[in-house]
């Protein structure tokens, strides 16, 4: 099994500030990685694809980058809707994992 | 506009059995994987397998294979996850999610919240 490791578990940001968010893989999951925000209370929504790739009706704030086994997820300046938790998941590898999450709250 | 409506939360007892449902609306429900993820209170994401409601074709987690029994009625456009036999430990929320194929989650259910208790 792939194992994907998040970090931070949690971060604290003041709003309008920048949160950089990071996803390990425990083997090469090419670009086949996706990122997930989940607000309390509600079911997660896809933010990013194919980590770079934005899912539709996701503001630009929102970034992936990485390949391979490294991936990072940008909130260019954090408004008060992006205070959530956030999981990574690779789809490369049978079966699909999810990391355990980071937590975004305000500082 | 893409949906998934998932039945309503139960409450059950240890050795019951259960059958949640997932709807598909807004688009061709036989294309288009359906899979199942738990959350266990406090906890994370984890994926339970998937099912390809245009043929029954499923891929269970190696962690839910045995526990759980997947399936999908086409004529209805829903798909299930069912359990013989109910733990505490099957306390959870589960949700759908929608795949075009084995890879991201495009579309998600509101969540089954299932209670076992005795």
Redesign the interface.
Known sequence: ETVMTQSPATVAVSPGERATLSCRASQSVSSNLAWYQQNPGQAPRLLIYETSSRATGIPARFSGSGSGTEFTLTISSLQSEDFAVYYCQQYNYWPLTFGQGTKVEIK | EVQLVQSGAEVKKPGESLKISCKGSGYTFTSYWI?W?RQMPGK????M?IIYPGDSNT?Y???FQGQVTFSADKSISTAFLQWNSLKASDTAMY?C?RQRA??????????TLVTVSS
Not at chain 2, 102 to 111: A, I
Request: glycine fraction near 22%.
């Open positions: 899979g993820v994370g994401l984890e994926w397998g891929r987690s190696p962690s949700y999610a084995p890879n991201w989650f495009d579309s998600w259910g509101q969540g």
